[in-house]
């Protein structure tokens, strides 16, 4: 796979995404809302997901953009507020986020980072995945329902037991978002 060093079309990105909240389990509790609003960003504005894992107040995502799209912000920001529009009103809103017809859901950035080489697609790859074993929600990946491993699993690309031993999986710390 060809990867390219400048956010150009095609490119293949990281992505860490936050909500405001981080002590709430809002993703996990509307997991399916958040796949609806990705479904139907991703029926207008096609992109891969190459990895995915929900956790309650974050996500992790490694996407490829077709060859004539480098518009990952503007996917996003549909995402959130596809997403955001399922979520019943109440949360604090600050009078920036008000004036701007804001929800306070998510935070307004996220993290990205540009794939280099099929090496530094991996090692994304794995981070996400292995993601919810480090927050200590399960001990083994596959054992998280709201992550792409399963599809992995299925394919043969990884064993069901990837990553059950947490000592022997090596992550590059870079990735801690």
Do not use: C
Not at 47 to 58: K, N, T
Not at 100 to 108: A, D, L, S, T, Y
């Amino acid at each position: 796979m060809r990867y390219r060093r400048s956010q150009a079309a095609g490119g293949t990105y990281f992505f860490t995404v936050n909500l405001r909240d981080r002590r709430g389990t809002l993703l996990v509790d509307h997991v399916d809302d958040l796949r609806r609003a990705t479904r139907i960003v991703r029926e207008r504005h096609p992109f891969v997901i190459d990895a995915w894992a929900v956790l309650p107040d974050h996500l992790h995502a490694v996407w490829t953009l077709p060859e004539d799209d480098s518009d990952f912000p503007t996917h996003w920001s549909l995402i959130k507020a596809g997403f955001s529009r399922t979520i019943t009103a109440g949360e604090p809103i600050s009078a920036s986020r008000e004036r701007k017809g804001e929800r306070g859901i998510w935070q307004r950035r996220f993290w990205e980072h540009q794939i280099r080489d099929d090496r530094d697609r991996q090692a994304h790859i794995d981070y996400v995945h292995f993601n919810p074993v480090k927050h200590g929600y399960v001990t083994r990946a596959s054992d998280w329902p709201h992550s792409t491993i399963h599809r992995y699993i299925r394919d043969g690309i990884a064993s069901a037991d990837w990553a059950a031993d947490p000592k022997q999986v090596i992550l590059d710390q870079r990735f801690d978002r």
